[in-house]
């Protein structure tokens, strides 16, 4: 039989090579500030508050870390609502100074806006401040103006606490504190309130995080003795407004709340007036509660027992 050749239909024309240009992905941006909100058992004022800050001025550059600081609400769902925001779970209630520093230590931003779940921002408040802190090296902290839900001031020119003022403070008065001036465009504060504060985190870095000795409170007054020694300065701007809605504390009912309060206190001063200082402070509020027969917050005095993640639950 003869061969049977089958032509050959490949075509021998070259074939061109198209090619496809990669799709570039930008370059993810760095945030300038990182607004830090700690509650505990507060998920509808964090809700309100976050809304807020969603709707600010350079959103991509906020990075916005809500901490859930062992509550028993619906805060652990914030970032199923907003899932542009981080959300840190505790197990259980650290007390604000922990929570700060692991606050801190989180967040990626330079700037650090500490915020009370119960203050709400306008959408320009961040970037002012920001702005603010970036105009003077010799600042560490700025901080806006607190009005009420009415458009009132509240904020207050509060002076470092003494040991009247501490005393005060834990029998719970109010700290004596100056009206502000509003007609200043920025006014020197010694002790700046840190439900709403913006401070450089290299500052925070600086002086080694806030000082754990503090359970919940009297951390900020330390910060503002930091602040003061090293000679730096922190500023409250009028014109930069946010609005406080008025909310009991969570914690209100908590007894240890006011035997923190004491050791806090106690720590302060024997941290800047001598360790007798603190001793005597402590002692004179053993004996307080030995006279009143409040055995309970007699026990947690004497222990020193801080609302710090340690306390029993």
Same mark, same amino acid.
């Given at each position: ?33 990182? /607004?830090?909100?700690?509650?505990? #058992? ?27 600081? @062992? @509550?028993?609400?619906? &805060? &652990? ?8 925001? &981080?959300?840190?779970? %505790? ?8 929570? *700060? #520093?692991?606050? /801190? ?9 500490? %915020? ?34 009415? @458009? ?22 109010? *700290? ?6 509003? &007609? ?12 709403? *504060? ?9 002086? #080694? ?43 209100? $009912? ?22 007798? @200082?603190? *001793? ?16 309970? $917050?007699?026990?947690?005095? %004497? ?11």
């Amino acid at each position: 039989m003869p061969e049977v050749r089958r032509k050959d239909t490949r075509r021998e024309d070259p074939v061109e090579l198209i090619e496809i240009p990669r799709e570039e992905t930008a370059a993810p941006v760095e945030p300038r500030v990182t /607004a830090i909100l700690i509650g505990h #058992n507060q998920a509808a004022a964090l809700r309100r508050a976050v809304a807020a800050l969603e709707k600010s001025k350079d959103r991509e550059r906020l990075e916005i870390l809500v901490i859930d600081c @062992g @509550g028993s609400d619906d &805060s &652990s769902m914030l970032d199923t609502e907003f899932p542009d925001i &981080s959300c840190l779970r %505790l197990p259980h209630d650290f007390g604000l100074t922990k929570t *700060l #520093n692991i606050g /801190a230590r989180t967040a990626k931003a330079e700037f650090l806006f500490y %915020l009370s779940p119960n203050v709400e921002v306008a959408p320009d408040t961040i970037s002012k401040l920001a702005d603010a802190l970036d105009s003077d090296s010799e600042l560490s902290a700025v901080a806006p103006l607190m009005v009420d839900e009415q @458009g009132r001031s509240i904020s207050k020119l509060y002076t470092l606490p003494t040991r009247e003022g501490l005393s005060a403070a834990c029998a719970g008065q109010s *700290l004596p504190g100056g009206s502000i001036d509003e &007609s200043q465009e920025s006014i020197a504060i010694e002790y700046p309130s840190i439900d709403a *504060l913006l401070v450089r985190k290299y500052f925070v870095k600086a002086i #080694n995080y806030f000082d754990e000795r503090f359970g919940h409170r009297w951390a900020d007054a330390d910060l503002a003795m930091q602040i003061k020694r090293t000679q730096k300065k922190a500023r409250l701007y009028p014109a930069i407004r946010v609005t406080v809605h008025a909310a009991p504390d969570p914690r209100a $009912k908590d007894s240890l709340l006011q035997v923190d309060c004491v050791l806090g206190a106690a720590a302060y001063l024997g941290k800047y007036h001598g360790f007798m @200082g603190g *001793l005597t402070f402590r002692l004179g509020a053993i004996f307080g509660a030995l006279g009143r027969f409040q055995f309970g $917050k007699l026990i947690s005095l %004497l222990s020193g027992q801080k609302l710090d993640g340690t306390q029993s639950m």
